[in-house]
């Protein structure tokens, strides 16, 4: 059973892996056949070679940075799930805060950095309320949508059983949302990083936006990609650790969707 | 009846359901029924008839206009928790097992619940759930879903119990069975039961009594005892005696409408 699964995972992927590694020969062949300046467009050995160089500068630089996108994202998720929470306990809150909270989604949030710097200055604060907001949004609307969704009948045949209303919350309406709130909590993630990167942008000593900076300003342009692939690696750690807990919290909901997979 | 304070008593229950634009629909009109302690009792009717609204009002989640509901003699209008209620779907919670599904009302009553569990494992034989105590309600089949359902509910420890149309959505062959199993549970547990259905056969098979109604608004419109004995086989669907009840619960139930 799990070498099968293995094997057909393995086809799965492989398409994927020979297409990149296509990409990757072509454009070290066209950088080297066109003589390309490095500065304009380095070759993939020397970017790899760059990112090998620098990997002391790269770690120190990380450490901000995985710092602002874990503590921004962890409280952005928590306030998010308790305004959804609040929002479909409390009709007043509903009718008060949840119009608001649609139409704010419409604001770039990436837009607020330069404000924030006015208000919070140069510190750690104003990357982490960077990420908090850009996380806080998906995560919000989704929580509200999942426990709008809730099945009614589940929640009387909870009340003839005589649970209260914070039962109905754990026992069946926070677990109905999951599927939902993971679904804001990915979006958020994919976000995170990028959101403490451009809040180090406005202005910051260190972390992997100023490596990029700095990288950037001197032309050091396989720096620049050395400093990309270390963020995009950070984003897919942090997707990777919610879709970790997302299969350990919910393994039904996994199994189940291998059942039906199986059955088509 | 034997008993001077019925277990489970309607009382005169009215129920009317706002349309808007100043209309309204009478869903239940005048109902009054009584259940005796242990007793399996049946609700018969078409389609429509309100049913679904009066268990609504008996299990407490809807309050009547009129009429009230009491229980050992005591009124209980619009309070839940003093009866089961097995609505028509399972309504199993997808993210959890067979046993952690059946231990949802210990679980809500809170407490000590190695006792509940220990009377889990002892019923889960009779209930024809072993080896599954641990399956996902995706991997049973429908009728081991409702016998789940119906375990829950027995684990709720309300000695009236209302089954909602619990075989409605089961193929013929597996409602047969579920229905000489059901009858054979009863028998050991010896629980209240009022058991809405609106097929006549089943309602004959299982109960000690049959209540008709009609159709909208809903009123009783005939009470018909079943003195077959208490121990049937399915072979008594057959009998004479079984016929001549059916056609008159039948009949009954072609005149209310």
Redesign the interface.
Known sequence: MVGKARTRAAREYIPAAVFLAVVVVAWEVLVRVTDMPNWLLPAPLRIVTALWQTRGQLISHAVPTIVESALGFVIGVVIGVATGVVVTRFALFRRAVYPLLIALQTVPTMALAPLLVVWFGYGLLPKVLLVVLVVFYPVAVSTVEGLDAV?R??V????????SDL?VYL??RI??A?PGIYGGMKVGATYTVISAIVGEWMGASRGLGVYLLRASNSFATDRVFAGILAVAALSIVLFGIVALSQRLT?P??F??QR?REETI | MAHLVAHLEVNDVSKAYDQGRGQSVQALSNVSLQLGRGEFVSLVGPSGCGKTTLFDIIAGLTMPDRGQVLIDGIDRTGETGYVSYMPQEDLLLPWRTTLQNVMLAPELRGGDLTESRQEVMKLIDLFGLSGFEDSYPFELSGGMRQRVALLRTVMCKNDIMLLDEPFGALDAITRRDMQVWLRSVWEQLRITVLFVTHDVEEAVYLSDRVYVMSGRPGRIVHECVIPLESSRPRTITSSPEFIALRSQVMDALDSGT
């Open positions: 099945d009948k589940l009387n045949l909870l009340r003839t059983m005589g649970a039962q026992k069946v677990p109905s999951l919910m039904w909901y199994k189940q059942q």
